[in-house]
Nanobody, 120 residues
Framework: QVQLVESGGGSVQAGGSLRLSCAASGYSSYCMAWFRQDPGKEREGVAAICARSITYAASVKGRFTISRESGENILYLQMDNLKPEDTAVYYC?????????????????WGRGTQVTVSS
């Protein structure tokens, strides 16, 4: 049984930091990613990682860092210099691809999400 569980969300002031974690069980994938979505908006890719290949959305590049535990069972998203526009539910995803795409169609397994709220 495949399960992805996100944690680490919360409320912070603009300029603050959070670190999200995603614990994966039942499946080991080459590519994993973080997506985010606000109510009524389209889900957007934030960052993806396949081995040492990484892709970031332009809106978070230089502020967010995606990484994986050496055992590949935990995915992280370090978020620094947070902005109000970063407010969203953040989702962990795992796929079967070989490139770090920011397209949700590339991913098969999904977590339930964790809320991140950034106040101005």
């Amino acid at each position: 049984q495949v399960q992805l569980v996100e944690s680490g969300g919360g409320s912070v002031q603009a300029g603050g930091s959070l670190r999200l974690s995603c614990a994966a069980s039942g499946y080991s994938s080459y590519c994993m990613a973080w997506f985010r979505q606000d109510p009524g908006k389209e889900r957007e890719g934030v960052a993806a990682i396949c081995a040492r290949s990484i892709t970031y959305a332009a809106s978070v590049k230089g502020r967010f860092t995606i990484s994986r535990e050496s055992g590949e069972n935990i995915l992280y998203l370090q978020m620094d210099n947070l902005k109000p526009e970063d407010t969203a539910v953040y989702y962990c995803a795992a796929g079967l691809g070989v490139r770090p795409y920011l397209d949700p169609d590339e991913y098969v397994y999904w977590g339930r999400g964790t809320q991140v709220t950034v106040s101005s």
